[in-house]
């Protein structure tokens, strides 16, 4: 039923693997739905995002956590035509992870969620991933926007085929961990803001560029690799200080602390970026 009542999650199976580790199988149902709104908040362990070519679920999805400390909660609402879901991996305060650091390698390997997403129709995604991995392959998914929060985690990022909508706004926040996105180009995004604090970014612009693109990369004591196709021109906007690293090749200055690839006139896509940089670093390749 449409409106703002929850929505029955089928929860088909739930195994004891262990003493304090359960595994559950969840399904939600596709009910006419037009748009979603997805919001993901992971703590601790591993997390795996893909699209899913059963057009009768809105997400399948297998989680294994460890009930010591992490149980998942799932919301899942339909307003109007627009479904709503909530997947958050609830902390149990009186067995926090600071108190049980002696297992915390065991606990990141025991909590390990996979989550099947609708290819059938598009939504906007807010991850917030805390302490372990995430590997969130986007390709088939219709994404609309995206915001991806990265505190100490270890976490690839790809688009390997063209998103089938546009995305208003891109944003990457890297806390301590180190994040990789692949296949930037086929985002299809209308601008993007990159946050790079105490660990590495790398950013590929690989895949098909429909139009120019604007975005904002800053950088506080951590680095930033950017890798560009050589047929795509760029213009930097670079803000900096003596205790920076900015390093790219390939560019001429064309006012103060303004640069444009050499390929400016001849090239048919343009990237724009502004470029603020603390203590880190920024390197620029260019790749075939």
Same mark, same amino acid.
């Given at each position: 039923m449409k409106g703002s009542l929850l929505i029955g999650i089928c929860l088909f199976a739930a195994t004891a693997l262990a003493d304090d580790v359960v595994t559950e199988h969840h399904e939600i149902p596709y009910r006419g739905e037009t748009e979603l709104d997805v919001g993901i908040e992971f703590g601790l362990g591993h997390f795996e995002l893909r699209g899913n070519r059963n057009d009768n679920f809105i997400m399948q999805a297998e989680l294994q956590y460890s009930k010591e400390l992490y149980k998942p909660e799932i919301e899942y609402k339909i307003v109007g035509d627009r479904g709503k879901l909530r997947l958050i991996s609830h902390r149990d305060d009186d067995r926090s992870f600071w108190k049980h650091s002696k297992k915390s390698s065991g606990d990141i390997?025991?909590?390990?969620?996979?989550? /099947?997403? @609708? #290819?059938? !129709?598009? *939504? /906007?995604?807010? !991850?917030? $991933? *805390?302490?372990?991995?995430?590997?969130?392959?986007? @390709? *088939? +998914?219709?994404?609309?926007? $995206?915001? $991806? %929060?990265?505190?100490?985690?270890?976490?690839?990022?790809?688009?390997? #085929?063209?998103?089938? %909508?546009? +995305?208003?706004? $891109? &944003? +990457?926040? @890297?806390?301590?961990?180190? &994040?990789? /996105? !692949?296949?930037?180009?086929? @985002?299809?995004?209308?601008?993007?803001?990159?946050?790079? *604090?105490?660990g590495s970014t790398k950013l590929r612009f690989d895949g098909d560029l429909t139009r120019d693109v604007r975005g904002k990369i800053t950088v506080g004591l951590g680095s930033v690799t950017i890798q560009i196709p050589k047929e795509y021109a760029v213009q930097i906007e670079a803000e900096s200080s003596f205790l920076s690293s900015l390093n790219f090749s390939g560019f001429r200055e064309v006012d103060e602390n303004v640069y444009r690839s050499r390929n400016w006139k001849d090239a048919d896509k343009r990237i724009y970026m502004v470029i603020e940089i603390g203590l880190g670093s920024v390197d620029i390749d260019w790749i075939d």
């Open positions: 390997k025991n909590n390990h969620w996979r989550v /099947a997403m @609708t #290819e059938r !129709i598009p *939504g /906007a995604y807010d !991850i917030d $991933l *805390g302490l372990g991995k995430g590997s969130l392959d986007f @390709t *088939g +998914i219709k994404v609309s926007d $995206l915001n $991806l %929060e990265c505190g100490l985690s270890d976490v690839s990022m790809e688009f390997s #085929e063209k998103n089938q %909508e546009r +995305i208003h706004s $891109l &944003v +990457i926040q @890297t806390g301590l961990g180190n &994040v990789e /996105a !692949i296949g930037l180009s086929n @985002t299809n995004m209308d601008r993007f803001d990159v946050e790079c *604090g105490l």
